[in-house]
């Protein structure tokens, strides 16, 4: 779901790398998700009418919102990626567990939500991470 991961380890640059190295090798077929990368590299690179673009061809509903949510995200509409993690959160809550709780609150590219409220008070509906030496039942 969350495309940002990419960026743990190097940031926001290694995900514009990603994305402009992978969107022209992606299928036809497969448009949308060449819509996603060449939108997120976009939006890194502050190209917004670009970005902006790329948002308008992906289907609003194509996996649950988030990859014009992410690209919205880094255009600086913050609200925009937590109204798509809230409506994905009411319609799959299976997948938000403590791995999702553990990538949300550590991705970097998450930063600029860590201290917005509406962000704090959805981590608080996951379950807490334990830590790397939890003991396992």
């Known amino acids: 779901k969350f495309l940002y991961s990419l960026g743990e380890t190097a940031g926001s640059q290694a995900v514009e790398a990603y994305a402009s190295a992978q969107a022209p090798r992606i299928p036809a077929a497969d448009s949308t998700q060449r819509f996603e990368l060449e939108g997120l590299a976009a939006a890194l690179t502050g190209r917004e009418p ?4 790329a948002v308008a061809r992906i289907p609003a509903d194509w996996d649950g919102g988030f990859p014009a949510a992410e690209i919205r995200l880094v255009l600086g509409e913050a609200q925009a990626f937590l109204d798509a993690l809230e409506s994905d959160y009411q ?11 553990f990538q949300l609150e550590h991705d970097p590219m998450l930063d600029v939500l860590r201290d917005d409220p509406r962000f ?10 334990p830590g790397p030496n939890a003991q396992r039942e």
Do not use: H, K, S
């Open 120 to 129: 704090q008070a959805f981590l608080e509906r996951l379950p807490p991470y």
């Open 50 to 53: 670009e970005a902006r673009a």
């Open 91 to 101: 319609d799959n809550p299976i997948f938000y567990d403590v791995q999702a709780r």
